[in-house]
């Protein structure tokens, strides 16, 4: 409770009871106790009140538990902070941080970063960032306004003047939430911006709207209308053993087995594909090590592709005798 009042001067008790999962009684029976104790918490009635704490009231370290304590040591993406430049501040910050913790957090912190490493970058060359990185982050921090042109998925490019609102980094790639002139929220991938000007304009940003609620819609939706653009395309396979490694390296995550190896060593799986031409070219890479159950369709098709490649590669091979 006091940690919400601090970050949002003064809360109704109702806003209270609801953030924190418990009855109105229990709220005020808290306001009690905190005052008893020694906080300066307080109530005002009327519209504009609520329930109140000491603008000169400050929570110190003691409050967090190590395990929030360690959280912050470990809850850093590098990668993204080097992109925005804040890389070096935030290591500085975290020393500092450091170095006022109790020794038994101290050692705590020392002990896990022995013993985990989170990692956000890929394995293989990821999306790089866009060269507009630097403005667009300029731009955000000032509130002014951008022009764009940009390539969407499907359209030609377009001019597009947005307010630049917000930057999200998600695993490998920069995306920028902007506010249409018909007020429309709409978000931006960073590499599929052509061009890029920042206007001599700046805009008022709306008290109401929450980035991480935002963000959570936007992805919502996002996986929605690709579930519905593009429907999963499952199938059924006889896989040999000895190319298991296959579905392993290749279609982790994306595959799971119906049935154990027979005495040949086949077994049977079931394995998501985003589209039939996508298993299509899994199944050939499989070569014989692999049967088709269903669908018949799937089968058809790879029977008529194997076809015309040895239709084609036996036409190839004639005219090189000639």
Same mark, same amino acid.
């Given at each position: 409770?006091?940690?919400?009042?601090?970050?949002?001067?003064?809360?109704?008790?109702?806003?209270?009871?609801?953030?924190?999962?418990?009855?109105?009684?229990?709220?005020?029976? #808290?306001?009690?106790?905190?005052?008893?104790? +020694?906080?300066?918490?307080?109530?005002?009635? +009327?519209?504009?009140?609520?329930?109140?704490?000491?603008? +000169?009231?400050?929570?110190?370290?003691?409050?967090?538990?190590?395990?929030?304590?360690? *959280?912050?040591?470990?809850?850093?993406?590098?990668?993204?902070?080097?992109?925005?430049?804040?890389?070096?501040?935030?290591?500085?910050?975290?020393?500092?941080?450091?170095?006022?913790?109790?020794?038994?957090? %101290?050692?705590?912190?020392?002990?896990?970063?022995?013993?985990?490493?989170?990692? *956000?970058?890929?394995?293989?060359?990821?999306?790089?960032?866009?060269?507009?990185?630097?403005?667009?982050?300029?731009?955000?921090?000032?509130?002014?306004?951008? %022009?764009?042109?940009?390539?969407? !998925?499907?359209?030609?490019?377009?001019?597009?003047?947005? #307010?630049?609102?917000?930057?999200?980094?998600?695993?490998?790639?920069?995306?920028?939430? $902007?506010?249409?002139?018909?007020?429309?929220?709409?978000? !931006?991938?960073?590499?599929?911006?052509?061009?890029?000007?920042?206007?001599?304009?700046?805009?008022?940003?709306? *008290?109401?709207?929450?980035?991480?609620?935002?963000?959570?819609?936007?992805?919502?939706?996002?996986?929605?209308?690709?579930?519905?653009?593009?429907?999963?395309?499952?199938?059924?396979?006889?896989?040999?053993?000895?190319?298991?490694?296959?579905?392993?390296?290749?279609?982790? $995550?994306?595959?799971?087995?119906? %049935?154990?190896?027979?005495?040949?060593?086949?077994?049977?799986?079931?394995?998501?594909?985003?589209?039939?031409?996508?298993?299509?070219?899994?199944?050939?890479?499989?070569?014989? !090590?692999?049967?088709?159950?269903?669908?018949?369709?799937?089968?058809?098709?790879?029977? %008529?592709?194997?076809?015309?490649?040895?239709?084609? !590669?036996?036409?190839?091979?004639?005219? +090189?005798?000639?």
């Amino acid at each position: 409770m006091i940690l919400l009042l601090q970050k949002n001067k003064h809360m109704r008790a109702q806003d209270l009871s609801a953030e924190l999962e418990v009855s109105l009684s229990t709220i005020y029976r #808290d306001i009690d106790a905190l005052s008893i104790a +020694g906080i300066p918490v307080y109530t005002q009635p +009327g519209t504009q009140g609520g329930i109140f704490i000491d603008e +000169g009231f400050r929570t110190s370290l003691s409050d967090l538990s190590q395990n929030q304590i360690l *959280s912050l040591f470990l809850a850093v993406d590098a990668k993204s902070l080097f992109d925005i430049g804040m890389e070096e501040s935030t290591e500085n910050a975290l020393l500092k941080l450091f170095n006022t913790l109790p020794v038994s957090h %101290q050692q705590a912190v020392e002990r896990i970063q022995e013993r985990l490493y989170i990692d *956000s970058e890929s394995w293989f060359d990821g999306e790089t960032t866009s060269p507009y990185l630097e403005v667009i982050q300029q731009a955000v921090w000032q509130d002014q306004r951008l %022009q764009l042109l940009y390539q969407s !998925y499907e359209m030609s490019p377009k001019h597009i003047t947005i #307010d630049a609102y917000a930057l999200v980094s998600k695993a490998y790639g920069w995306y920028l939430v $902007g506010r249409k002139t018909t007020g429309d929220y709409r978000t !931006y991938r960073l590499t599929r911006i052509i061009q890029l000007q920042m206007l001599d304009e700046t805009f008022e940003r709306d *008290s109401a709207f929450n980035l991480k609620t935002y963000w959570q819609e936007a992805q919502h939706d996002f996986r929605q209308q690709v579930d519905d653009d593009f429907p999963k395309f499952y199938v059924e396979l006889r896989i040999h053993t000895s190319a298991y490694w296959y579905l392993i390296r290749v279609l982790d $995550g994306r595959f799971q087995q119906v %049935q154990p190896p027979d005495e040949e060593h086949w077994c049977h799986v079931r394995i998501q594909f985003k589209t039939q031409v996508e298993a299509e070219a899994h199944i050939l890479a499989m070569s014989t !090590y692999v049967e088709i159950i269903s669908p018949n369709s799937l089968k058809t098709k790879v029977k %008529q592709i194997v076809d015309e490649l040895q239709h084609h !590669y036996g036409a190839t091979n004639s005219v +090189g005798k000639h």
